[in-house]
Nanobody, 115 residues
Framework: QVQLVESGGGLVQAGGSLRLSCAAS????????MGWYRQAPGKQRELVAT???????NYADSVKGRFTISRDNAKTTVYLQMNSLKTEDTAVYYC?????????WGQGTQVTVSS
C-alpha cells in the first residue's frame, strides 16, 4: 500500500503557473509508475501525465509543451509543473500510484484558472 498527499493547487489567472506536489509514503522505486489525472465538473477523469520508475514520461496532447512531470526520489515526491495555464485546465487534480495489483489515489487538489 501507499498513501499519497497532494498539495499546490489554487487559483491562478490564465497564462500563469502552478506546481503540484504528490508526496508518497514509500520509495518511488517500489512503484511502477506515478501520474496525475484531472476531473472537471461534469466530465470524466482524464489522464494528464505519467512517469515510470525509470523516469519515462507521457503526456496528454492537451498539456504537451505546457506541463512537466518530474520526481524527486529522495523526497518520494512527484511534481507537476503547469505553465501557460488555460481556463480549460480547471479541474480537481489527482495523483495516482500504479502498483500491482492495485492503483492508489490521492485525495485531489483543486486547480482553478480564471480568465
Amino acid at each position: 500500500q501507499v498513501q499519497l498527499v497532494e498539495s499546490g493547487g489554487g487559483l491562478v489567472q490564465a497564462g500563469g503557473s502552478l506546481r503540484l506536489s504528490c508526496a508518497a509514503s514509500r520509495s518511488l522505486f517500489s512503484i511502477n509508475a506515478m501520474g496525475w489525472y484531472r476531473q472537471a465538473p461534469g466530465k470524466q477523469r482524464e489522464l494528464v501525465a505519467t512517469i515510470t520508475s525509470l523516469g519515462s514520461t507521457n503526456y496528454a496532447d492537451s498539456v504537451k509543451g505546457r506541463f512537466t512531470i518530474s520526481r524527486d526520489n529522495a523526497k518520494t515526491t512527484v511534481y507537476l509543473q503547469m505553465n501557460s495555464l488555460k481556463t480549460e485546465d480547471t479541474a480537481v487534480y489527482y495523483c495516482i500510484a500504479c502498483m500491482q495489483p492495485d492503483d492508489y489515489w490521492g485525495q485531489g487538489t483543486q486547480v482553478t484558472v480564471s480568465s
